[in-house]
């Protein structure tokens, strides 16, 4: 099988989170003691993963900065002696290779997708929400290579949510055929609650075969106006068999208020613990 390579789109405006947001990307916000979006490549990386395209804006310098070098700060380190901290940021600098593309213009999640194309190539590749933070052992990412692997069809994670939740997922229909892994029969990208098929809401994690982009290529705006993704997938479902796995880690949607206060309060037990 071809690597798994994956895309992670940082694109939007944080729309959720102005004014914090305003400058500063939502991606690039602190989790106790990193940004997001970096907890959010050591879950791929941890996933064997290391062949990740960013897929961002002209407003967001800060996520490429973050994972660069900067010689004056080594130097600095090294100076001083601080070689915890030198080891710590390059480290950082080091994790994964990353490619870094601009989406010129916000038109919604399977836009950003498109993007992706030609870094992708034909591989499979792996989707990760760069504001959401996935956490469990196995990590979301990994459980998803792991049946990708071995059942060889696109999936993606889902969680049960509330019924005044729906307007805010694309929520899943489709049967059970192993224990927390479903076949999936429809999709449907941020209902109101009396549409909305079932209490299964995509998660933001995600394994595709490299033939979504002949989907998503076809697809118009849809849900609030955009390019969505999970009208690529619907599409998809009348050629292959797509699967959704119920992932029973935390997830925190670090592009909300109340995500983001969750993921710091969870996460700092482990971290100050130790
Ligand atoms: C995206 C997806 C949606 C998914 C959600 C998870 O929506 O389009 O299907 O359920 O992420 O957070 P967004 O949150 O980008 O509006």
Not at 105 to 130: S, T
Not at 141 to 161: C, H, M, R, Y
């Amino acid at each position: 099988m071809k690597k798994i390579k994956a895309v992670i789109p940082a694109a939007g405006f944080g729309t959720r989170f102005l004014p914090l947001t305003k400058a500063q990307p939502k991606e690039m916000l602190p989790v106790v003691n990193k940004p997001t979006i970096q907890w959010v490549i050591e879950e791929a990386v941890d996933a064997g993963i290391t062949e990740i395209a960013i897929i961002t804006g002209t407003h967001k310098q800060a996520i490429e900065n973050h994972f660069k070098p900067i010689e004056k700060l080594e130097k600095a380190l090294e100076k001083a002696g601080k070689i915890k901290e030198l080891g710590e940021i390059r480290k950082v600098n080091e994790l994964a290779n990353l490619e870094f593309i601009i989406q010129e213009e916000q038109k919604g999640l399977g836009h950003a997708i498109l993007c992706a194309e030609d870094f992708v190539g034909d591989n499979p590749f792996a989707v990760l929400l760069g504001d959401t933070i996935c956490t469990g052992n196995p990590n979301c990412t990994k459980g998803l290579v792991d049946i990708f692997t071995n059942k060889k069809a696109s999936i993606f994670s889902v969680e049960e949510i509330k019924p005044e939740e729906t307007h805010r997922y694309g929520i899943v229909s489709g049967k059970e055929i192993e224990r927390g892994l479903m076949l999936v029969d429809d999709l449907v990208e941020k209902p109101d609650s009396k549409e909305a098929p079932s209490l299964l809401g995509i998660q933001g994690r995600y394994i595709f075969t490299p033939d979504l982009f002949d989907y998503q290529r076809s697809i118009k705006r849809g849900a609030g106006g955009e390019i969505q993704l999970t009208d690529a997938i619907r599409l998809m479902l009348s050629d292959y068999p797509v699967a959704g796995y119920l992932y029973e880690g935390k997830k925190f949607d670090c592009g909300s208020k109340e995500g983001y206060v969750n993921a710091i309060t969870y996460l700092a037990k482990d971290i100050l613990d130790n």
